[in-house]
């Protein structure tokens, strides 16, 4: 056996993912200790309720409610409490108290980064949390260092895994939202409260901090726009799949280029994706990261977006990395936001579209909608026409499909609203982007 | 401007790869810099032929025919001439000049990998080899660091494109390899003399690389057993289809658990791998890999595995890697290689197969065969039998389409010989394991 320097490790959290954590930390210590050339030594383990019942097993001795003293003195602090306080002033002490920090703690990330990473390099600290963006999939390391030399044109992400098992059910089984979401709760797969998941906070989050690595760029959270997929009903699943497409939660972060130079766009929201895809196939609950860059080329990462154990495994990535450079020291892994790219609103986006409408099934309609698209710059690529009631003393209602060219997300929106208001147009059944050919 | 510490950087060669990596080094200069904390300057390139035609605008002043004088003195030292010398003699002399050292060069690290990276070890140099394995996909960063604090239990690749562009056209068209090989090599997918690839050289020299980072343990080219793609036929293809199979040429690295310890298995042939499978939708020239580990479950892989900017994308990561650790200093990338697990031979593995044989269509050969097996210690799961001509006058002849449980290759085979010489059976039609789930 080797003897090895032992580095002081310090864990905040014991829920499904600091459980599975200490357990790897005890199971594998030996060989923990071979990769990393130091033992890791788990000094403590700060929890909100000394009793309350844990996933794996864990030494009484080691929990504790008072994380300060376990922080002071520690090499290694890893933060899986979630939520902003008190985890950021906890990780904010462990940087000035001379430790290196791994966090899984997106929320944090998404909107204290800039402070944590500029408090770190002040120091010569580091701040790993390659579990942050994508769960288990090794996504941190891949854009921040093997793509180092490339250009990112555009990040397509499925990072949230509640909201893809939902779409994937309603897709395959023809079901709607309620009962899918019903289920996925009973069966965990789902919270009590769903809306971070559902209403796109989480992927919201996620997408900044994909972006900001990407493009080696600050991005705000508020700079990034937000839909959820509870407006996602079995009627569009339907008219999608016969389309042959499939409705995906999509993180977008996209480099733009235009006369005044180049900026970026993040964006959450249900998109309408190609079943050839390779992002059409990523069902269930997993995740997958499509990344396109400029030598590269096409590049996709797959595997599960969380999960106690799952998740555990790239935070222990993260603290056998943490404990190589505490001992080796060098190169921290300081955040990068150099390129400082603004950050358009949506309104500036392009994409193309797919438009469903309810009109009066009378002469003349298609040829006022088709007047009304072009009057606001959006061209038509496909139309599909389909009588849905014949007229029988009363008119008739038809459908259309409009799928449109690209056009700018502003342009779009007001002639949406212009078409519901012209008067031949019953109802707008759907605006759905169209992303990924 | 920041002022940046200029490195000097030498290339050897500008072949597909380097003429693309020494363009974007001059095109994308100031952000590469950024990125890097260091000005990277391209002082020379080492090449056979001065006047050879190149992919890329190069400035004549900069090419040389002579290395050595390129290697002393340069901070980091990009070998992308291919083969194993003198590419060896220079990459050691580099390191031993104080360079690091970034190369593509898969037959040299499969080789000759340990001796170079113990030449590292000694000086504290290191070798960065992103683009050896898997072309464009960063897969040996989230081996090494990633996936540091888990246990990779098994690796499945699609690590060579022109076998796998073969493969997919024959699967999707019906066509007979050497029509698909003629086209391919028409079309530049496939070299004019093609053994490397359709024999399995090539992807047994990456699944060497990716087996001893993954298992930490040096893994010699001659423990891999290899099998190329040239015996697979259009009737192989249509009976794979049949079976709801697709046949790839996979490049396996497995854990194996036994009662004396663990021990590793490495192997390249083609596999049949059920359709649904992640790896079944790799399509064309792209490449995958596939692995599974203990904590962090399925994960993948996927994008271009060769192609000289795609590759460029990665030899480019290295250099920003590279330029960061020089000027920073810290953890070099050396190989761990302290697990040291035993190699086990292709006669220890246990897949399943899948057993096709001509047979006499007279009652009691089905018995026959399936005696056989069970003497052989190899269990049956499944058997489709159909008549192929009927008796009329002479004995008719009917298939037998044997799936089989998990069993020792070594049984299988001896197995398979006693079939052949058994008598009943007329033509032992194809043998193929079966891989993924
Ligand atoms: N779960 C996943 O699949 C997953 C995936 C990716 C990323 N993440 C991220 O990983 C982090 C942890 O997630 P999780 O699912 O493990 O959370 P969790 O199950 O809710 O566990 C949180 C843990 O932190 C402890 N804690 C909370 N507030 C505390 C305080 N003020 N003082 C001391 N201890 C406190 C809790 O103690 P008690 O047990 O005593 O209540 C609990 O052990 C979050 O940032 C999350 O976003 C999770
Ligand atoms: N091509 C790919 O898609 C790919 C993908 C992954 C990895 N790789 C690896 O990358 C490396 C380079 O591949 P490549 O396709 O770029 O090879 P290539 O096109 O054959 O280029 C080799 C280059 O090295 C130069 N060279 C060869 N021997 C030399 C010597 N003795 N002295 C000076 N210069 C010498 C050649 O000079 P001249 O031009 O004057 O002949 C040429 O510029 C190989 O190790 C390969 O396995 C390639």
Not at 173 to 200: C, R
Not at 347 to 371: F, K, M, N, S, W
């Amino acid at each position: 056996m080797t003897e090895y320097r032992r580095l002081r490790v310090a864990l905040l959290g014991a829920g499904a993912v600091g459980s599975q954590v200490a357990a790897l930390l005890r199971k594998h210590g030996d060989e923990l200790a071979d990769r990393a050339g130091a033992a890791l030594d788990l000094v403590g383990i700060a929890v909100r309720d000394l009793d309350a019942p844990r996933d794996t097993d864990l030494p009484r001795e080691l929990l504790t409610t008072d994380p300060e003293p376990l922080i002071v003195g520690a090499d290694i602090v890893i933060e899986l409490m979630g939520g902003i306080e008190p985890a950021r002033t906890h990780i904010l002490a462990a940087i000035n108290s001379g430790a290196d920090v791994v966090t899984a703690n997106k929320a944090l990330l998404a909107t204290h980064g800039p402070e944590i990473f500029e408090a770190a390099d002040q120091v010569g600290a580091s701040v790993y949390y390659e579990a942050a963006a994508a769960g288990a999939i090794p996504i941190i390391r891949p854009l921040r260092d093997s793509l180092a030399g490339d250009r990112v044109q555009r990040i397509m992400g499925i990072v949230n895994g509640t909201t893809n098992y939902i779409l994937d059910r309603m897709d395959r089984e023809g079901s709607e939202f309620s009962d899918v979401l019903a289920d996925a709760q009973a069966l965990g797969y789902a919270e009590a409260d769903p809306t971070a998941d559902v209403e796109g906070y989480d992927a919201a989050q996620k997408a900044a901090i994909l972006a900001s690595l990407a493009f080696h760029t600050a991005v705000p959270l508020d700079g990034v726009h937000r839909e959820g997929i509870t407006s996602v009903d079995k009627q569009m699943m339907d008219a999608a799949r016969h389309a042959g497409y499939v409705i995906k939660l999509l993180a977008v972060c996209e480099r733009l280029t235009g006369a005044d130079g180049e900026s970026i766009s993040v964006r959450v929201y249900p998109a309408l994706i190609p079943r050839e895809h390779p992002l059409a196939s990523v069902h269930g609950a997993n995740n997958a990261v499509f990344v396109q860059a400029e030598a590269a080329g096409d590049l996709m990462f797959y595997g599960a977006g969380a999960g106690g154990v799952q998740t555990a495994s790239a935070v222990l990535g993260d603290i056998v990395s943490a404990a190589r450079r505490h001992i080796a020291g060098g190169v921290g892994v300081g955040e990068s936001t150099r390129a400082n790219l603004p950050v358009v609103p949506i309104g500036r986006v392009t994409t193309r579209y797919q438009i469903t409408l309810e009109v009066d099934d009378e002469p003349g309609v298609l040829a006022t909608v088709a007047g009304i698209l072009s009057e606001g710059r959006v061209s038509i690529a496909t139309v599909e026409q389909t009588v849905i009631r014949e007229s029988n003393g009363e008119p008739g209602v038809a459908r259309i499909v409009i799928g449109t060219h690209k056009a700018v997300e502003q342009d779009l929106s007001e002639t949406v609203d212009r078409l519901a208001a012209s008067g031949v147009v019953e109802r707008v059944v759907s605006v759905l982007r169209v992303e990924g050919n």
